[in-house]
């Protein structure tokens, strides 16, 4: 069948993901509305968290996770995330499974082995995001996954085909700009043919005059 991908993403009026200030605790509420195997996220947005919440909490104690609880995926096929353990250790999520390729350094692929961190090796020069996700339903028994990334990781799934949904929480803020800092982020279309249509699923107006707006792909 597949994994059911849903793309969630909190933005401005005008599709930007900066400058303006994101109710991320609305964001998660509405995230719950799916319960999820899975989350992934791109590794630069978890190295901009290591940035932005240095102190994050963890559980201490070494106890076992919540079995009900996705696993964390982050594709990092170039191997820069270093603080496996602190993530790890975040009651977010029961695990963490690293998504790399052929051309991931060696020695980052050791390292996640004596971490005890799961890693899918697909791809040649970088992650073939169709057959990592293939294989978390193989290997996980992944069958829904929740996208909390960036425009890039975002734009990947989106020209690739493996989105189903896309839910957005539009902000009353308008940013404007000309660098591209959307929650797509791809090459320019070469013909009408590369437009993702698009199902209104659900609309809303939620607190703060934020609309949830969630679309079925395709």
């Known amino acids: 069948m597949g994994i059911y991908t849903i793309l969630h993403s909190a933005v401005s009026i005008d599709g930007r ?3 303006f200030s994101a109710d991320i605790g609305l964001y998660y509420e509405c995230a719950a509305h799916w319960q999820v195997d899975a989350v992934l996220a791109g590794s ?3 190295l901009a968290a290591e940035v932005l919440f240095p102190e994050s909490p963890v559980e201490e104690g070494g106890d076992v996770p919540p079995a009900d609880l996705p696993l964390l995926v982050v594709p990092d096929s170039k191997g820069r995330i270093a603080a496996w353990d602190r993530w790890r250790r ?3 999520w029961r695990d ?3 998504l790399c390729s052929d051309a991931t350094p060696r020695a980052y692929l050791e390292c996640l082995e004596r971490a005890g961190i799961d890693c899918i090796v697909a791809g040649a020069d970088r992650v073939d995001l169709r057959a990592a996700l293939g294989e ?3 290997r996980y028994g992944v069958t829904t996954l929740r ?3 960036g425009g890039t990781l975002s734009g990947v799934l989106l020209r690739e085909g493996l989105v189903d949904e896309v839910s957005l929480l539009v902000h009353p803020a308008l940013v404007g700009g000309i660098s591209p800092r959307s929650f797509f982020r ?3 279309p070469v013909s009408p043919d590369a437009v993702i249509p698009c199902r ?3 609309v809303g107006q939620l607190r703060g005059d934020i609309v949830w707006l969630r679309y079925t792909v395709g």
């Open 96 to 98: 963490i499974v690293v």
């Open 90 to 92: 975040a009651p977010y």
């Open 136 to 138: 978390l339903e193989r």
């Open 17 to 19: 993901l900066d400058w």
């Open 44 to 46: 630069e947005t978890m």
């Open 186 to 188: 791809a090459p320019d």
């Open 200 to 202: 209104l699923a659900h």
């Open 147 to 149: 996208v909390d990334s």
